[in-house]
């Protein structure tokens, strides 16, 4: 488990309120070195009918650290030494081998869905784990679907497959299952055995419904708005400051910083928020003297730079500039143009440099720049750009045939064709005897 002290929590505090402006607001940030943990209130996922499917949802920032740290712990009983007469349901960024949805009711053992590998350290993920009553794989229901960043990382039965009923069928789940306020917890492990969470939890959602099914979803990129019918709880966590925070949908208590009302040790602390850049499209355009490259992304309203990278063989990249992230929040479209292109073949991609993230890279983008006999553009008033892949004759032709112009170029150059009059005319290369035509607006 990593140790960090008040004093560091403090400077990065400190950093993010002077270098950043984040769209999502505040959020609770938790350290292990203080057991800090947010009290959640009593019934927080009772609430959800006996067989109702439902979601609960995060973004979630971990800092890493032992496994079976706590993001959320909901229920009810001591599980320090196998209680099988507790029930609870938890959400941990590494059970020692990936994150995982763990879930028990009285009198059987648990069950998990869980990934081959841990929640991303050092930087924002959107997780959620759906609790599907409507999907049955041939043994029964309920089934849990655990995603991470809009991607599907594990499936797993949560049914009864030992003996007796399904869960569906039994008055333990969910009802009653966190019936007592001091063990419904954010960053608090049930287990006396296991750490506290060392992160930064933010909008923290429950329904009563599916919210995202198939392998992969959007990721939402601004605040759940205002909440709907299958909401059931809702927390921004953009209070800032004091000793509680909300509920947007007015169903459940204030969420309480430590484990009552006055400060304590235990407070988690106010952090702002920001959530990860994530680019949509990413394409590269050859053009007659440089390469276009064009990206979509969509932005919380943060400080950071696109870095552009370059390579020759698809491995080895160098930075050749940068573009900064919008402060526009939503999708914004961007652009960069290399005029120092290699020759032949490049590899580009955008490493994504943001306030409290780690790193992140695009995929790879590729063109290859071997020059051919080329005309650009099409439709031109005052110069073209001739390309040509070794020294050639020229001869510029208009539509009756008629020789206008000849020339010896050395490499690919720009001709100013301002004194031609409208019209189609044709570009002979000698060497290639290929014809392009053009037309003089």
């Keep these: 488990m990593k140790n960090f002290t008040k004093s ?27 057991a800090e ?47 099988n007469s507790i029930g609870y349901m938890y959400m941990t960024p590494s059970n020692g081998g990936g994150v995982a949805f763990g879930f028990k009711i009285p009198g059987f053992p648990e069950r998990q869905v869980a990934a081959g590998s841990p929640l991303p350290t050092n930087t924002w993920s959107h997780v959620a784990i759906v609790v599907d009553y409507g999907y049955n794989d041939g043994f029964g229901t309920p089934s849990g679907f655990l995603y991470v960043n809009g991607n599907r990382v594990a499936i797993g039965g949560l049914y009864n497959y030992d003996a007796g009923p399904p869960i569906v069928s039994t008055s333990y789940y969910p009802s009653g299952l ?21 992160g930064i939890i933010d909008e923290l959602r429950i329904s009563n419904t599916v919210r995202y099914s198939g392998a992969t979803y959007t990721v939402p990129t601004t605040p759940f708005s205002l909440p709907d019918a299958n909401t059931l709880a809702l927390y921004h966590f953009d209070e800032g400051t004091g000793q509680t925070s909300i509920d947007a949908t007015s169903n459940h208590p204030a969420a309480i910083l430590g484990a009552d009302g006055t400060v304590e040790t235990a407070d988690p602390s106010w952090s702002l928020s920001i959530l990860p850049v994530k680019i949509s499209q990413f394409s590269v355009q050859k ?34 500039g940068s573009v900064d992230i919008s402060k526009n929040a939503g999708t914004v479209d961007y652009t960069f143009t290399d005029r120092s292109f290699n020759s032949n073949k490049n590899y580009y991609r955008l490493k994504i440099e943001e306030n409290n993230s780690a790193p992140k890279y695009s995929s790879i983008v590729f063109v290859n720049m071997l020059v051919d006999y080329a005309v650009y553009p099409t439709l031109a008033s005052n110069h073209i750009y001739i390309a040509i892949p070794k020294q050639t004759n020229i001869a510029i032709y208009n539509s009756n045939g008629v020789v206008l112009k000849k020339a010896r170029l050395i490499s690919s150059q720009d001709l100013d064709i301002t004194t031609l009059a409208s019209g189609v005319y044709y570009v002979k290369f000698e060497d290639s005897k290929q014809v392009i035509p053009f037309n003089k607006l």
């Design 37 to 83: 943990f947010t009290t959640m209130p009593s019934g927080i996922v009772s609430s959800i009918p006996n067989g109702t499917s439902f979601t609960i949802e995060a973004w979630v920032y971990w800092r890493g650290g032992g496994n079976y740290q706590r993001i959320f712990d909901f229920g009810f009983g001591d599980n320090s030494f196998g209680d």
């Design 287 to 320: 053009a007659a003297n440089a390469v276009n490259l064009k990206w979509k992304a969509s932005t919380v309203d943060e400080q950071g730079r696109f870095v552009v990278e370059r390579s020759a063989d698809g491995s080895h990249f160098n930075m050749i």
């Design 178 to 198: 966190a019936n007592a306020t001091e063990t419904n917890w954010l960053g608090h492990p049930r287990s006396i055995f296991d750490p506290y969470f060392d």
């Design 8 to 34: 560091l929590l403090v400077c990065l505090s400190f950093f993010f309120v002077i270098e950043t402006k984040a769209q999502f607001g505040n959020a609770l940030s938790y350290n292990p070195v203080d």
